[in-house]
Each structure stands twice: as structure tokens, then as C-alpha cells.
Nanobody
Framework: QVQLVESGGGSVHTGGSLRLSCDTS??????????MGWFRQPLGKEREGVAA????????YYTDSAKGRFTISRDSEKKMLYLQMNSLRPEDTAMYYC???????????????????WGQGTQVTVSS
């Protein structure tokens, strides 16, 4: 069973920054090509996409809420996935998850059901 491990969550005030990390070293099917993503789930709400990145980092994808504030990146050598979050708002408060799936990100990189591998989540809390 592939285990992804997130870290870097915490509590910040509005306007603050956090950098989330995800250890993807247990995912070894890189030869298939892959799409890695960050999702979040506010308490009592559905899980939603935030950002995704293709194999090698050549293509990145963001939902409207993340554009201009969040940056997704990956270090293929270290097998790490990152999400730099700036200008945080209270509405960004959620549990954040990293996820990996085979193949290209394609036209719908934020379809959660297409991702077979997930981390346990890291909590981000933004207070006003």
C-alpha cells in the first residue's frame, strides 16, 4: 500500500504563509508518468482540488481559489511534492491532502476519484 505523508500544516493569521510538503517516496510507478495534486476539505464540506502538477513539473494547474496565491512544485530527485501558500485567508482553512495518480493530468486534474493514493492530511487553520 502506497503511503503519502504530508507535513507543514499549522495555524496562521490572515495574510500569512505556509509551505506544505508531501513525501511521495513510496510511490514507485514513475515510469507510468504521473499527476500529483493537492486537495483540501473544509470541515463539513466536500473535498476540492487546489493544485496539480504533471510529471517533471512541466505543467501546473490551479483552481480559481488558488491562482496567484499558491504554488505547486515537485522535487523528483527527493520525491517530494510541495504547496507554497501565500496570502492565506480564513476560507483556506481545511484539511489538506496530497494525492498521486498514474498518467497525465489531462483535462480534469481535480477529479478526486481518479487518484488512488492519498496522504492522511495536514490541517491548515487561518484566523482573522
Amino acid at each position: 500500500q502506497v503511503q503519502l505523508v504530508e507535513s507543514g500544516g499549522g495555524s496562521v493569521h490572515t495574510g500569512g504563509s505556509l509551505r506544505l510538503s508531501c513525501d511521495t517516496s513510496q510511490y514507485t510507478d514513475y515510469w507510468r508518468g504521473d499527476c500529483m495534486g493537492w486537495f483540501r476539505q473544509p470541515l463539513g464540506k466536500e473535498r476540492e482540488g487546489v493544485a496539480a502538477i504533471s510529471t517533471g513539473g512541466s505543467n501546473t494547474y490551479y483552481t480559481d481559489s488558488a491562482k496567484g496565491r499558491f504554488t505547486i512544485s515537485r522535487d523528483s530527485e527527493k520525491k517530494m511534492l510541495y504547496l507554497q501558500m501565500n496570502s492565506l485567508r480564513p476560507e483556506d482553512t481545511a484539511m489538506y491532502y496530497c494525492a498521486v495518480r498514474w498518467g497525465i493530468c489531462g483535462s480534469n486534474p481535480f477529479s478526486a476519484t481518479k487518484y488512488p493514493y492519498w496522504g492522511q492530511g495536514t490541517q491548515v487553520t487561518v484566523s482573522s
